[in-house]
């Protein structure tokens, strides 16, 4: 609606009426299930014993689920600086005034436009010569256009280098193809995570790191009586794979011979529009690949204003002609992933794709045209 205006303090009221209230309805759940809480710091002692909020808690299996924190870049002067990470950002009850962005994955996209939509100037810096270089470049000129659409000032290829506060302002140092000095109110770092795994113990139990992770095999064994899910694994930190990790472990402790497979990782990234990736998106040698404009279904419209802006985009195998990977870019891309999970977890041929019957109208019928497309 033209001249209509977001709401903050609305905004952050539903948040935190979604969301508020602490961990009191997952440690609610977990009580349901019979399971003992105990809140505190934990230290694994011996082998089969853990340490944890004053007590001696004995255990013949134990899961490591220890998350991750946020990583830091090396910027001279950060040890000065008390920088926003996504979790001050997604807990803050107040728009900064001018907002300096620290990474062009997908926690700095998405709360760069956020925050701009909220109010705030927002200049986002990524490294890389695109956004979301890990995923796709079709994907990140199209969100970078968006973003500028938004107001969010985006400098690609522009690496910092230091930081310093002055007069309750940030100044960001650059370098590269946005060299200079950026000031703003407050400097968000979004440049990733790290496993956490310092001072817990693991080391007496025979745990050992990898690339500063726990190393698992593909039961989630991590020694002798010992399993690890989630981020502290450092396989794909993400919510949903950390539940799959969990699943895998808990019915191997049961007795069960589940292993994990990693072959096929959906993500989705959620800006407006929403991107969703799943499999090998890189373009690797061999790979051939088809795209398809999401305004070129029917679906497109049934939107009046604007017209959305999308893609499906498919990379595929031409040797046993299967699905390698995908990206799709529009809305509800998350949703959209799901079949070409399935179709890169499965290897699904590609004629099986061309062949199935999509739903009309939906976006889905674009994942038909790019699979027709695919020069297979």
């Not at 962005?101 to 760069?112: D, S």
């Not at 986002?124 to 079709?138: K, P, W």
């Not at 025979?206 to 992770?213: F, I, K, T, Y």
């Not at 061999?286 to 017209?307: F, I, K, M, Q």
Request: net charge negative; with cysteine; charged share 25%.
């Amino acid at each position: 609606m033209s001249g209509a205006r977001i709401d903050p303090e609305g905004v952050f009221a539903w948040r935190d009426a979604i969301a508020g209230g602490g961990d009191a309805s997952q440690v609610k759940w977990v009580e349901n299930l019979g399971a003992a809480f105990v809140r505190g710091d934990a230290e694994i002692a011996e082998a089969g014993l853990v340490r944890a909020g004053g007590r001696e808690l004995p255990y013949d299996h134990l899961l490591v689920a220890t998350g991750s924190d946020p990583a830091t870049p090396p910027l001279d002067g950060l040890e000065h600086v008390r920088p926003w990470t996504s979790r001050d950002a997604t807990s803050a009850s107040e728009v900064p005034e001018r907002l300096l962005v620290v990474g062009g994955g997908a926690v700095g996209c998405e709360l760069a436009q956020l925050y701009a939509r909220l109010g705030s100037e927002v200049v986002l810096v990524q490294s890389g010569a695109t956004l979301l270089d890990r995923i796709d470049a079709d994907a990140g000129a199209l969100l970078a256009k968006c973003l500028a659409e938004d107001g969010v000032e985006v400098r690609t290829g522009t690496r910092p280098s230091a930081v310093e506060t002055a007069g309750g302002r940030v100044r960001l140092v650059c370098d590269g193809a946005g060299a200079g000095e950026l000031e703003g109110t407050e400097v968000l770092l979004a440049v990733g995570r790290r496993p956490r795994v310092e001072g817990y113990g693991l080391e007496r139990v025979g745990v050992e790191l990898e690339r500063n992770a726990v190393r698992t095999d593909d039961r989630l064994a991590a020694a002798e009586g010992v399993w690890a899910a989630g981020d502290v694994t450092g396989k794909a930190l993400f919510t949903h794979v950390g539940k799959y990790q969990a699943r895998i472990a808990a019915a191997n402790v049961a007795g069960g011979e589940r292993r994990a497979d990693y072959r096929a990782i959906p993500a989705a990234i959620f800006t407006d529009p929403q991107i969703a990736s799943v499999g090998d998106t890189s373009g690797r040698e061999g790979a051939v690949t088809a795209t398809a404009e999401l305004a070129t279904v029917s679906r497109a419209g049934t939107y009046s204003d604007p017209t959305p802006r999308g893609f499906v985009k498919l990379f595929a195998d031409p040797g046993p002609g299967v699905l390698v990977g995908a990206v799709v870019v529009g809305p509800e891309a998350g949703e959209m992933i799901g079949q070409l999970t399935v179709a890169v977890r499965a290897d699904v041929p590609v004629d099986v794709l061309r062949d199935t019957i999509q739903p009309f109208p939906t976006f889905s019928e674009a994942v038909f045209f790019a699979a027709r497309d695919l020069p297979l």
